[in-house]
């Protein structure tokens, strides 16, 4: 009924910027809190950024000053812009989003994951 899709991963010199997308479709009566996680290989997955309905931002303290999350609320779109890249943030990064299909009735979803590779 509701589908993440992912798009913009892929790879970069340390330094460089990628910019990933990710658009809710389907059955949605409203989106609350979309998010961005990502999980390295043998590593846990971990929250990157997330972003309220109203905006409000919080960032792990690993790519704070360095990623940018936004949402674009009329195509049901979340942003995450990263900048100064890294080596350490290889992952595969993964969408989430707190839709209700149905009022009061919220889910949580994942979209299933673009790889980003910093490497020289």
């Known amino acids: 009924q509701v589908q993440l899709v992912e798009s913009g991963g892929g790879s970069v010199q340390p330094g460089g910027s990628l910019r990933v997308s990710c658009a809710a479709s389907?059955?949605?009566?409203?989106?609350?809190?979309m998010g961005w996680y990502r999980q390295a290989p043998g590593k846990k997955r971990e929250l990157v950024a997330v972003?309220?309905?109203?905006?409000?931002?919080n960032y792990a303290d690993s790519v704070k000053g360095r990623f940018a999350i936004s949402r674009d609320n009329a195509k049901n779109t979340v942003y995450l812009q990263m900048n100064s890249l890294k080596p350490e943030d290889t992952a595969v990064y993964y969408c989430?989003?707190?839709?209700?299909?149905?009022?009061?009735?919220?889910?949580?979803?994942w979209g299933q994951g673009t790889q980003v590779t910093v490497s020289s």
């Open positions: 989430n989003a707190l839709i209700e299909t149905i009022r009061f009735r919220e889910t949580n979803y």
């Open positions: 389907g059955r949605i009566f409203s989106i609350n809190a």
């Open positions: 972003i309220t309905a109203g905006g409000s931002t």
